[in-house]
């Protein structure tokens, strides 16, 4: 995601920096992306104490957990707009430490209004480390693997994530539900001093910041695709995406795929310690351990997604790969999602050992990593700038709801369905989702042809937006983030 300012032989840029300083940038990413994350999983820990302390439903006390969803919900859209004026290292700084306070409001909460207000603003306040870390690695790393280094950042939720719950229910049984917050707060703490040198990665931003430390003026740049006026970002960001889910086939389909997928993903942190608890009666502690599954089967999604386009990349003629090749690991992934479904479902019993949903969760993070890896790298060049900005946050605000709302209702659908019901459900909803990546495979390159964001006229000007396909071939396409 380079600007036009900043030229492949210029030494500021991040793609020629010294290997150790690339690797620096990308791990205070992934840190922070991380410990968003956890903190919004900690929490379900802290359930069973929250109700009994403010006296509230099961449902209200989930909703702090939805709260930080619903909270990351608007990051897709202020985040790049940010990060347009004002680069990216200092966004994941102020955004990592105003998170932190919110966590510390949370933790030090005395009405569970309080608590739930202080959830939402950590979630809106975090958000922007969870979009950034895409433009980041795409900054740093070679287009051609985008693949390769979206399954690295794609642990980084996931990791962080699954380990909320591990961590939390030890801090919670050994304290208290507030701990879980604390906990929180100190891996931000560490999380910002290890940031804190962290060098400006955006093409953009280097070559203000570095006229600016030579006494220079601005340097001369193209504006921003993602607008100048409050009514251009608001088109880019807002009305565009609603439009692209409602007349795009290609963002419509990979939007419902990846919100049903991470709406299963969610409500895992809600069911799975209820599950294990009162079929297998598994401690606290032991149910939290559980996750380490999940764990297991996002490593195994980013080492298996590496590992094909890696082989398709040495496999290409030419120094380019069709964009349609990184929806492969989405065609077994969409299989592993519907699969684990019905396998979960069906094998919670006593009579069944406990090895066996656990692994079942783990195969459901496996393929369902792989599919959001294929589907979001496969958006990053479907389109020109703009159009891309505009599907990349339709699917992120649409896959975020949706794991939000699940959760609010996933228990009841439990009690009154069963889980065998509850997750066959969502079973049989992703089983037509597995075609999405065939037909994109098949059809996405026509699809793209015919749609009017392909053919984009620039906000800024009437001249067209040249897109990959202009550049290089109807086959072949970079990775442009």
């Not at 104490?49 to 957990?65: C, L, W």
């Not at 739930?116 to 900054?139: M, S």
């Not at 590496?306 to 040495?314: C, G, R, V």
């Amino acid at each position: 995601m380079l600007s036009h300012t900043l030229g492949a032989n210029d030494p500021d840029n991040p793609m020629n920096w010294p290997m150790h300083r690339r690797l620096y940038a990308s791990a205070v990413s992934w840190v922070m992306g991380f410990t968003v994350a956890f903190g919004l999983t900690i929490y379900s820990a802290g359930i069973p104490q929250i109700m009994m302390e403010f006296d509230i439903s099961m449902t209200q006390a989930i909703s702090g957990f939805s709260l930080y969803l619903f909270g990351i919900f608007f990051a897709p859209i202020y985040t790049p707009h940010l990060s347009e004026r004002h680069g990216r290292s200092i966004i994941y700084l102020v955004s990592i430490f105003l998170c932190g306070l919110f966590h510390l409001g949370a933790g030090l909460s005395q009405s569970y209004a309080s608590l739930a207000i202080c959830r939402f603003f950590a979630g809106l306040t975090g958000g922007p480390c969870l979009v950034l870390i895409e433009g980041t690695f795409a900054d740093i790393w070679s287009a051609e693997t985008t693949n390769t280094y979206y399954a690295f950042l794609g642990c980084a939720s996931y990791f962080g994530a699954a380990s909320g719950p591990v961590v939390g229910n030890f801090v919670v049984q050994a304290a208290n539900w507030r701990w879980a917050e604390y906990t929180t707060l100190m891996l931000i703490l560490l999380t910002f001093a290890f940031g804190i040198g962290m060098p400006e990665t955006y093409g953009r931003e280097i070559p203000r910041r570095r006229n600016r430390n030579r006494g220079l003026p601005a340097p001369h740049q193209p504006p921003a695709e993602s607008g100048i006026t409050i009514a251009q970002m608001t088109t880019v960001t807002v009305i565009n995406p609603a439009k692209q889910l409602i007349l795009e086939p290609i963002v419509a389909m990979i939007s419902f795929t990846l919100a049903l997928n991470w709406a299963v993903t969610f409500q895992w942190f809600i069911t799975v310690p209820i599950v294990l608890q009162s079929v297998y009666n598994f401690t606290p502690q032991r149910a939290g351990l559980a996750f380490t599954g999940a764990i297991g089967g996002a490593f195994f999604a980013a080492l298996s997604t590496i590992a094909i386009e890696q082989a398709i990349f040495k496999s290409c003629r030419t120094k380019t790969m069709a964009i349609e090749k990184r929806l492969i690991p989405a065609m077994y992934g969409g299989v592993m999602v519907t699969g684990s479904l019905f396998w979960i479902g069906w094998t919670a019993d006593p009579k069944i050992n406990y090895l066996s949903p656990i692994f079942g969760t783990a195969i459901f993070i496996w393929g369902g990593l792989s599919v959001l890896i294929s589907l979001i790298t496969y958006l990053f060049d479907a389109y020109p700038p703009a159009g891309t900005l505009a599907a990349l946050t339709a699917a992120a605000c649409t896959r975020i709801a949706v794991a939000g709302i699940v959760p609010l209702v996933i228990v009841q659908a439990f009690t009154k369905l069963g889980g065998k019901w509850a997750l066959g459900i969502f079973g049989f909803i992703s089983i037509p989702l597995i075609a999405v990546p065939v037909v994109l495979y098949i059809w996405g390159p026509a699809l793209r042809a015919r749609s009017p964001y392909t053919r984009q006229v620039s906000i800024h000007a009437h001249m067209p937006v040249p897109t990959e396909m202009h550049r290089m071939s109807s086959d072949f396409a970079g990775g442009n983030a």
